[in-house]
């Protein structure tokens, strides 16, 4: 609880780049290791991960990445390979149980001029 006596969560907003579609990612710990997670999109992919993908075990960050749920069902709901709402999913995980602290993640294109 914070200091004003609510329920704490970590929010992440992913703009995901030339599609053009944002996503919500509300993750709140249930217990040492699980997060509930919550997702809002208006990606139709992201949206079905969202009704699948309600709950995450941060200790399944440290399994390879092809066996971690996240990806596995990223993959199942055919997101494309280069979306970045899985990785805000795992970024708000690694907050919401303190294995991270919250830092915004950037990808920036620099147009380079040939010599």
Do not use: N
């Not at 703009?15 to 710990?29: L, R």
């Not at 919401?96 to 040939?114: M, N, R």
Request: hydrophobic residues 40%; proline residues 4%.
């Amino acid at each position: 609880m914070t200091s004003a006596g609510m329920i704490s969560m970590t929010k992440v907003v992913v703009h995901s780049g030339i599609c053009g579609f944002t996503a919500t990612i509300e993750a709140k710990k249930t217990d040492k290791w699980k997060v509930s997670i919550k997702i809002s999109s208006d990606c139709d992919k992201v949206t079905e991960l969202s009704e699948s993908l309600t709950e995450v075990d941060a200790l399944d960050i440290l399994r390879p990445k092809a066996d971690f749920k996240v990806y596995a069902q990223a993959s199942e709901h055919s997101l494309h390979m280069a979306c970045p709402v899985p990785v805000g999913i795992l970024k708000a995980v690694e907050v919401e149980t303190g294995l991270a602290l919250p830092c915004d993640a950037v990808i920036q294109f620099e147009t380079v001029k040939p010599d």
